[in-house]
């Protein structure tokens, strides 16, 4: 689960992390007294959606009077912001966030994310602060300092000092000004199950102090339940609907650009049938697992989300029953037949645990728009057929 | 023979009452497979499924003589029970369970390594010796047993790569379903040497998917320590950058752990990698006929 900026810094003030000082905003009214109420002649307003990028795509913007702070939370408020990371819809923006100005002397990177090979969390700090730290991985990977730190020993000053000789920090004030920041960010990890923090750009002030500028947190969805304040910094709206919708009934769903739907029981599974519908030559319309646990209504439900996209031209449920147990997706086949007007070919391939049943059931029921396939490949083939038309 | 489990392994169910752990349990004793006992605090002393309950890990290991765990306790309790096991003398945890926090598999994983204990999952299928013993959640009667081992992250793929191998007129020697996490226990570069050195196995079907680099340090492993042909399929070149594909761990980000990179590694590394798993078995098919 991702967080708005404006979480994150609420979240970095409990750890001692610094920030400019700055206020939320939902009206442009708004976003003017929260900018009298911080005093100072210079403001930010920025944009508050979950996606990077936001500077290039114009969603964060400088204001030199109260004036100018409210035009231009008039003008980002409602705008469809597009990055890099939001893909070509975009995202609507509802909430700015008003920013006191900062005086920059310099821009660091700093963050947290999880070291899968090492199987620690990991610290990455750059001078290269402002830039897409992937451009900057890719690029100049030796201007990228990485400490994996090891929660069963906790932040060390060797891991301090390995950050700041890494970064050049020499004076010894700043030095300890770093370090303290990064043990505050690493307890902030630890403690909260983040799953990735990023501060970018970090800055450096004239007198020497660091403040977080932006704050970007993603948090572990598995431990959640053990931290209801993040739980409750969840907007929705950020989220896709048919998404949500999908795992409030225990399916995974992720929508894609192409015309063949599928319905498949695992997440690998899954994976592989959108790329064996790819391999060959059709292009699939999601990713929908049912999971372990699929019954009829679970099957008609995902009917029902596939067909909501009106590019979907036919629909492929890859079922290999092992826990899942083919008779019953039989059965929520028909039923979705009921519930919903499934009115484009639908090609099933069950195998596994009762598929003989489940092969019995499908034929008895005489649907006209039902392909009966043998294996994985057979059915990608009739699925790319029918979304052809053929 | 085979690797890690076979007829003669003693093993035990934590969670053994729960719902999952009862079911599982049952079909498993069903396929052959030794459950001498299992462990349900404060219901020490029942008989379950016609065996022992215990209280603790180390007495069920002192009284059953058991070396393998089958664990089915709720993500939040899973660290915990990893880390008993450990401590109990337990040499292999098989961890069914889904949705732990990864913080706890860092801190139980560490632990296991300190006793040298062995894990496999979390989120996973389990573990199966053809026709000997299955610890898991996979359905027993498409694994025939021959010689073909198998290692993967997903559990429905794990399952169509061995009815493929097993329609080809092969068989499995042990499938081992490694979960989808961002950590977990066994990995390919485990595994690997364990299926080089077993006799039984003449060749390998390797089934990973996006997210991570396990799939690449195994490309690294197999260029230069493996033998036997190796048929691999990377599940979520289809995949869209940036989003969770269901497993917790099948994820690109920043451009890093795409199915296109570990595809290319693999076949640097001699491997013959499919495009789709549809075609695992006439893969293997085609690497037995040239041995």
């Not at chain 1, 991702?2 to 920030?19: L, M, P, S």
């Not at chain 1, 599974?269 to 699939?284: H, K, R, S």
Request: aromatic share 4%; hydrophobic share 45%; with cysteine.
């Amino acid at each position: 689960m991702n967080i708005h900026e404006y979480q994150a810094k609420q979240i970095f003030a409990k750890y001692g992390v610094a920030t400019p000082r700055g206020i939320i905003a939902n009206t442009p009214a708004q976003a003017m007294t929260n900018a009298q109420e911080l005093g100072g002649s210079v403001w930010v307003v920025k944009a508050q959606i979950h996606a990077g990028g936001r500077g290039l795509g114009g969603g964060v913007k400088l204001a030199r009077s109260l004036e100018e702070v409210k035009t231009l939370a008039s003008e980002i408020l409602g705008m469809t912001l597009v990055t890099h990371q939001t893909g070509p819809e975009g995202k609507l923006v509802q909430k700015v966030y008003i920013e006191e100005g900062a005086e920059i002397v310099d821009e660091l990177y700093l963050g947290i994310v999880l070291d899968r090979a090492k199987e620690t969390p990991v610290i990455m700090a750059s001078t290269e602060g402002g830039m897409a730290i992937e451009d900057v991985a890719h690029n100049t990977p030796e201007k990228i300092i990485k400490v994996a730190v090891d929660p069963a020993i906790g932040f060390q000053g060797f891991h301090g000092r390995e950050l700041v000789f890494g970064l050049g920090i020499t004076d010894k004030a700043e030095q300890a000004k770093f370090i303290k920041l990064a043990a505050a960010l690493y307890k902030l990890y630890l403690e909260n199950d983040a799953e990735m923090i990023e501060i970018n750009p970090l800055i450096k002030t004239k007198s020497g102090d660091f403040l977080a500028l932006d704050g970007k947190m993603g948090f572990d969805d598995s431990a959640l339940g053990r931290h209801p304040d993040i739980e409750d910094m969840r907007d929705i709206s950020e989220e896709d609907a048919d998404e949500r919708e999908a795992s409030r009934h225990g399916l995974s769903y992720i929508a894609l650009d192409g015309e063949i739907g599928c319905m498949v029981n695992g997440a690998g599974l899954a994976m592989g049938t959108m790329d064996t519908i790819n391999y060959m030559g059709g292009t699939p319309a999601n990713f929908l697992d049912v999971g372990g646990s699929a019954n009829a209504q679970t099957v008609a439900k995902g009917f029902e989300i596939i067909l909501k996209n009106p590019k979907v031209k036919a629909i492929f449920v890859n079922i290999f029953g092992g826990i899942v147990r083919c008779d019953r997706i039989a059965n929520g086949i028909l039923e979705a037949t009921k519930l919903t007007d499934v009115n484009v070919p639908v090609i099933v391939r069950l195998d596994g645990t009762n598929a003989p049943e489940a092969a019995e059931i499908l034929k008895n029921a005489n649907i006209k728009n039902i392909i009966v396939a043998t294996d994985l490949g057979d059915g990608a083939a009739k699925a790319v057929a029918a979304a052809k038309g053929e | 023979m085979s690797i890690l489990v076979n007829k003669d392994t003693k093993v035990i169910v934590q969670g053994f009452t729960g719902k999952e752990g009862s079911f599982h349990a049952e079909q498993c004793m069903a396929y052959g497979t030794k459950i001498v006992g299992g462990v349900t605090p404060n219901k020490g002393g029942e008989i379950h499924l016609g065996q022992p309950v215990f209280n603790t890990v180390k007495d069920a290991v002192s009284t059953t003589g058991a070396t393998v765990s089958m664990i089915f306790v709720p993500p939040a309790f899973v660290a915990d029970a990893v880390m008993e096991a450990a401590e109990a003398g337990i040499e292999l945890a098989v961890i069914i369970t889904e949705g732990a926090p990864v913080r706890d598999m860092q801190k139980a994983k560490a632990h296991a390594n300190k006793f040298n204990m062995k894990t496999i999952g979390p989120n996973c299928p389990g573990i199966i010796t053809a026709e000997e013993c299955k610890i898991g959640i996979m359905p027993g009667m498409i694994f025939k047993k021959g010689n073909i081992g198998l290692i993967s992250k997903s559990g429905t793929l794990t399952y169509e790569g061995a009815n493929q191998v097993c329609n080809e007129g092969f068989g499995i020697s042990t499938a081992v379903g490694i979960g989808g996490d961002p950590i977990i226990g066994l990995s390919y570069k485990q595994l690997l040497p364990m299926f080089e050195a077993d006799p039984d196995t003449h060749a390998i079907v390797m089934i990973g998917e996006i997210g991570g680099d396990l799939e690449i340090q195994a490309a690294a492993y197999i260029k230069e320590h493996i033998t036997k042909p190796v048929v691999a399929f990377i599940a979520g070149q289809t995949a869209p950058a940036g989003k969770r594909m269901g497993h917790a761990g099948a994820i690109v980000s920043g451009g890093a752990g795409t199915a296109a990179e570990k595809m290319a590694a693999l076949e640097a590394a001699g491997v013959r990698v499919v495009v789709s798993p549809a075609e695992i078995g006439k893969a293997i098919a085609e690497v037995m006929a040239k041995l």
